[in-house]
């Protein structure tokens, strides 16, 4: 299977160096859909990441090669409501209520440090709440697509921005390189389309597929997630309605049946020390007088 995946990316690029533009999208079409049904051994999942990736940015080449327009004003997320969201905000008031109020509760130890950075980036404050959908505040959450942390990266996106995975660490779990990966990621996605709830489904999805999607529409630019949206992965159409109805109980718990608890924990406040050798945590621990 892979070794067709690998010879549609090489037709891909025969075509584009013809100059035959509708023809390399439609083969990078082909393998990223092939990708997507690929099954196998243990390496498989690794290889779809890095190939995953790898079409990704053959994709975005062609689309910058076509100079492609998106338009949005940053800084701002379109909050309305909408049979898709008021569906969302059911399913928090009902089957998923436990789990947004304990989500809710576990956010205190996050949120001051990622509304410091959001506005440090300059994007907006809102996006404080996107660890509610992705994890609900979990560090070790980790999803069957094996995404982990509270910002859900795969292995291959958070190499990309900079997250260390080997045998002794793997910083997805680090709330605070976590959270500057994040950012990174959502603004070279929003430099791309130029629309924040555009950018959600790409982060959810992936921006090959989001682009695919746009690509099949015949113009030459798509600037609003909501006529994307019925073309779009059915966990994706769900995924930024989730998240915007998160926005509008956040806003207003009472209008919407919810007396949202004061946090459980307060922010984890911390120093970094640089230090000359190994040492085991359990002598850190009796030095600074914390637990094991």
Not at 64 to 86: V, Y
Not at 121 to 140: D, N, Q, R, Y
Not at 276 to 283: A, C, E, S, Y
Request: hydrophobic share 40%; aromatic share 10%; glycine share 6%.
């Amino acid at each position: 299977m892979m070794e067709k995946i690998l010879a549609l990316l090489e037709e891909a690029d025969d075509c584009w160096d013809r100059g035959d533009i509708d023809n390399t999208i439609n083969t990078l079409d082909k393998a990223y859909a092939m990708l997507l049904d690929a099954n196998g051994n243990a390496e498989v999942p690794r290889q779809k990441d890095d190939l995953r990736l790898l079409i990704s940015k053959r994709i975005l080449a062609v689309y910058s090669a076509q100079q492609s327009i998106t338009r949005g004003k940053a800084g701002e997320i379109p909050i309305k409501l909408n049979d898709a969201i008021e569906k969302e905000i059911r399913s928090f008031q009902g089957p998923e209520r436990d789990f947004f109020i304990s989500s809710y509760q576990r956010s205190g130890t996050y949120k001051e440090m990622i509304i410091r950075e959001l506005k440090l980036a300059g994007i907006p404050e809102e996006f404080v709440w996107l660890p509610l959908v992705e994890s609900g505040f979990k560090i070790k959450a980790l999803s069957r697509a094996r995404a982990l942390g509270l910002w859900q990266f795969i292995p291959s996106t958070g190499y990309k921005f900079g997250l260390t995975r080997d045998e002794w660490i793997d910083e997805r779990m680090d709330p605070v390189k976590s959270t500057h990966a994040a950012i990174a990621y959502l603004k070279e996605l929003h430099s791309m389309f130029g629309d924040w709830l555009t950018v959600l489904a790409a982060y959810n999805c992936g921006e090959g597929r989001v682009l695919r999607v746009i690509s099949r529409q015949k113009i030459n630019y798509f600037d609003r997630f909501w006529d994307l949206y019925n073309y779009l992965p059915r966990e994706t159409a769900r995924y930024v309605p989730r998240f915007i109805a998160t926005l509008h109980i956040i806003k207003d718990p009472q209008k919407y049946g919810f007396d949202l608890p004061k946090t459980k924990e307060q922010s984890i406040t911390f120093q970094s020390v640089t230090v000359n050798r190994m040492m085991k945590l359990k002598d850190i621990a009796e030095k600074i007088g914390a637990s094991e």
